[in-house]
């Protein structure tokens, strides 16, 4: 099984209540590849400048990612950005945005990246995920995240591009405002009506929620005494629902299946928040995986019973 | 087993995106004792005027729930809240409030009141909760709610009042602000150091989570495509919590106990916002309550599993 990842590649300047970084390895495909890698094998497509060297694609090669598709662009500069969290960790504050090399970016992929069994379009322009859409049509499993920016700018775009995949994983806020659906469960509905089968509502501190047509699940955020740094914490999620999903294969999407996958992305994105960048994950180990997943089962835990409730009166 | 309430009974007139009523019963030991009745005895004590006749005295009975330590001030006025609700159904706008008898409320408990098991100190100010408190010495269960408006005006006596119940429900942005801990886990911890051993987080659409000195259990909330009036949903919510923990004793104070008292109370409160008011309570069955259980227990239900992860590189 193999899982193709297309999104930014970056530079990140981030400050929160708990310290700073001036310059980390950043992006949604790389936070999203380093999560996925635990899982299956991983591909990156997405441009990065001169200033991109042979200490950060170690960083993807030591976890085993395939970096053979990210495009260096002669002369240019990577993507940068620099923000701030306040005590809402919530919010991501932008100071600057340099989009560099990611401004004229348009995906070129492979043979290789063509022919994978999965992909995930991070967050770029919808119609730079719908070519890339196009050029994998023997993918099975394809996953799509968008933000506030193109639902403002380029509402139908990307409503043409969730209509070709399977499944979207975005904010809660973001759908409802997708949609303009104000309650969420009709939001989701909505989005699966365009074509997707799986919708999950990413929600913060407070968890995440999958719809489908037959069935919710929702797990609630992993309880952090401190949240370091929750830049990539949704890509940290897709990577681990998508990675795991893809080592299964999608001949078994079951019900328990799909669980799992929300709970490795839980798990995922619990780490990714708790130091800045990728370094937790950078140091994760698979014991540690494991032993948040089951920490995540017996958090929500609840044995069956059926009581003789009290008559009225 | 009994259950004592102390708190407001009302008039509400509430306006929805979705209907209106100008008035219904409504005030928090009216929504408390309507849902606790499902699993214990409940006795309601708190002040109503003139007003107040024999159709809403019947709403409470029709449940079971003893009213004769319901106080009738002669003359006066039963308290009077007017709010409103837009889409966003977690904000509730007040356009009127008339304490009328609350006002000059002085909670007196009777000799059966002073002896049951359990007691819910609703949201009135900290300094009556702490005088009740005081009165029911042999109270095996203790609860306590609040809100924002006694945090900035009478945080101390809040905070003393805190330091005699066993159990704090409140809003997690409440808890927040009472300890001036902008993360979760940190705030609860703050708040069992007030003396409690267990905190409940409502959070809304997003459920509720329980921390304990020992455990983390939370459940987000049901997925309900139509919320028609929210209000009154942290009270059924700490009813179906209190009520389900009454019926069992307090030698059972189990991790699996305090969990199912976790779930009768997201019952209640889904059910409560189905309707307005206590309409949909007021229709309530136990089979209802019972299948709602069991959809709570497997929407997170999760079965164990440790996968061999991929090796790095």
Request: negative net charge; contains cysteine; glycine residues 8%.
């Amino acid at each position: 099984m193999s899982l193709l990842v297309v999104g930014s590649i970056a530079f990140d300047a981030v400050r929160t209540p708990f310290g700073e970084r001036e310059r980390m390895l950043g992006g949604s495909a790389v936070h999203f590849s380093l999560a996925a890698s635990f899982f299956t094998d991983v591909r990156v497509v997405g441009p990065v400048g001169d200033d991109f060297g042979e200490a950060e694609y170690d960083v993807l090669r030591a976890r085993g990612v395939e970096t053979a598709d990210i495009e260096h662009v002669e002369g240019g500069r990577t993507f940068f950005w620099r923000g701030h969290y306040d005590y809402d960790l919530n919010v991501a504050h932008t100071d600057d945005t340099q989009l560099n090399v990611f401004g004229d970016f348009q995906p070129k992929l492979s043979e290789d990246s063509k022919t994978t069994e999965s992909v995930f379009l991070a967050n770029i322009q919808p119609d730079l995920q719908l070519q890339v859409r196009r050029q994998c049509e023997s993918a099975r499993t394809v996953g799509l995240d968008s933000m506030n920016l193109w639902i403002e700018t380029a509402r139908d775009s990307l409503r043409h591009a969730i209509g070709s995949v399977d499944l979207v994983l975005m904010n809660d806020a973001e759908l409802r405002m997708l949609t303009e659906q104000p309650n969420l469960v009709r939001a989701a509905r909505e989005v699966m009506a365009m074509g997707p089968h799986m919708v999950v509502a990413k929600q913060g501190e407070y968890g995440a929620a999958l719809f489908t047509p037959e069935a919710f699940f929702a797990l609630p955020g992993y309880p952090l005494e401190a949240v370091i740094d929750p830049t990539g914490a949704g890509d940290s999620f897709a990577g681990g629902f998508l990675g795991y999903l893809d080592s299964v294969g999608s001949e078994d999407l079951s019900d328990q299946t799909v669980r799992r996958a929300m709970t490795y992305g839980s798990v995922l994105a619990s780490f990714n928040v708790e130091q800045f960048g990728t370094e937790r994950i950078q140091a994760l180990t698979e014991g540690e995986i494991n032993r948040r997943f089951e920490e995540f089962r017996l958090m929500t835990h609840l044995d069956a019973q059926t009581v003789e409730l009290r008559s009225a009166g």
